[in-house]
Nanobody, 123 residues
Framework: QVQLVESGGGLVQAGGSLRLSCTADRSTFLNALMGWFRQTPGKEREFVAA????????HYADSVKGRFTISRDYAKNTVYLQMNSLKPEDTAVYYC????????????????WGQGTQVTVSS
């Protein structure tokens, strides 16, 4: 059983910061491409960021490039998404996901998903 557990969501004012965490089982963490996606009610889930095995390459959606940073902590089997300069349009449920692909930003490439964590950015 593959478990991905997200945490770190919450309410923040525009311009503020949050750091999301995703803890995976060690095998998944060491061997998988890890990604973050987000979704609002009635809309399609969209790609946010991804980090490959061995920490390269990384990928970011144009909408978050320069504001968000994805990273790994090997000691904690954890992937982080540091979110700075948050905007109201960043409000969504954020999902951690794992893929067997070496690199990718397509939703269909990701097989394992967490339950999501809510991020709300107020104006």
């Amino acid at each position: 059983q593959v478990q991905l557990v997200e945490s770190g969501g919450g309410l923040v004012q525009a311009g503020g910061s949050l750091r999301l965490s995703c803890t995976a089982d060690r095998s998944t963490f060491l061997n998988a491409l890890m990604g973050w996606f987000r979704q609002t009610p009635g809309k399609e889930r969209e790609f946010v960021a991804a980090i490959s095995r061995y920490d390269s390459p990384t990928h970011y959606a144009d909408s978050v490039k320069g504001r968000f940073t994805i990273s790994r902590d090997y000691a904690k089997n954890t992937v982080y998404l540091q979110m700075n300069s948050l905007k109201p349009e960043d409000t969504a449920v954020y999902y951690c996901a794992a893929s067997t692909s070496a690199s990718g930003i397509r939703l269909e490439q990701y097989k394992y998903w967490g339950q999501g964590t809510q991020v709300t950015v107020s104006s």
